[in-house]
């Protein structure tokens, strides 16, 4: 069964990184577009980046563009995402998401769990 | 402020019928985008519900029922139960900032 497990949250400081796995299994990775979406305390959900199945194409939300970095190792069936120069606004529980076809307007249809990411002095 | 508008709550009695809607703009579900839906219930990851605006995924229950007309979409669940209580979510694309767009999502509570 397609299983997505998140590692790598926690507590951080404002301006320091962090970097999010999400290990993937079930499936055959290399064939899918996934996503990271986030969800602060509270809040609704909100998409943050998305990488295509060979990793050519990646693109990123506004409020992430230029700090946060995607990136996919097939190998190790495992998506990253690269946490920079992070703002308390980041605060949230980050999912990574699988898509059900490469079409920009697709339905996420398996997601992980989430790691909560936590970002105070 | 989210892109697609859900409103915030929704309530209904076991067995009644409810609505939760979806309203966006000419830019994503009026630009022929598909709307899917999405049930989260308290510390658990987002499910999906509906795709491509009408279509259940294996699994999901008849009760749940999606439709999209113009620059909105609904979600029904008929025949309401107890482990219906959750948040709820529509997404869809929005061709402007060309990325998922969500609504703020919409509390059930079953009375």
């Known amino acids: 069964q397609v299983q997505l497990v998140e590692s790598g949250g926690g507590v951080v400081q404002p301006g320091r990184s962090l970097r999010l796995s999400c290990a993937a299994s079930g499936f055959t990775f290399s064939s899918h577009t996934m996503h990271w979406v986030r969800q602060a305390p509270g809040k609704g959900l909100e998409w943050v980046a998305l990488i295509s199945y060979d990793g050519s194409n990646k693109f990123y939300a506004d409020s992430v563009k230029g700090r946060f970095t995607i990136s996919r190792d097939t190998s190790k069936n495992t998506l990253y995402l690269l946490m920079n120069s992070l703002r308390s606004e980041d605060t949230a529980v980050y999912h990574c998401?699988?898509?059900?076809?490469?079409?920009?307007?697709?339905?996420?249809?398996?997601w992980g769990q989430g790691t909560l990411v936590t970002v105070s002095s | 402020q989210s892109v697609l508008t859900q409103s915030p709550s929704v309530s209904g009695a076991p067995g009644q019928r409810v609505t939760i809607s979806c309203a966006g703009s000419s830019s994503n579900i009026g630009a022929g985008y598909d709307v899917h839906w999405y049930r989260q219930l308290p510390g658990t990851a987002p499910k999906l519900l509906i795709y491509?605006?009408?279509n259940r995924p294996s699994g999901v229950p008849d009760r749940f029922s999606g439709s999209k007309s113009g620059t909105s979409a609904s979600l029904a669940i008929t025949g309401l139960q107890a482990e219906d209580e959750a948040d709820y979510y529509c997404?869809?694309?929005?061709?402007?900032?060309?990325?998922?767009?969500f609504g703020g999502g919409t509390k059930l509570t079953v009375l």
């Open positions: 998401a699988r898509v059900f076809h490469s079409s920009s307007s697709a339905p996420f249809d398996y």
């Open positions: 491509d605006n009408d």
């Open positions: 997404q869809s694309y929005d061709t402007s900032l060309s990325c998922s767009v």
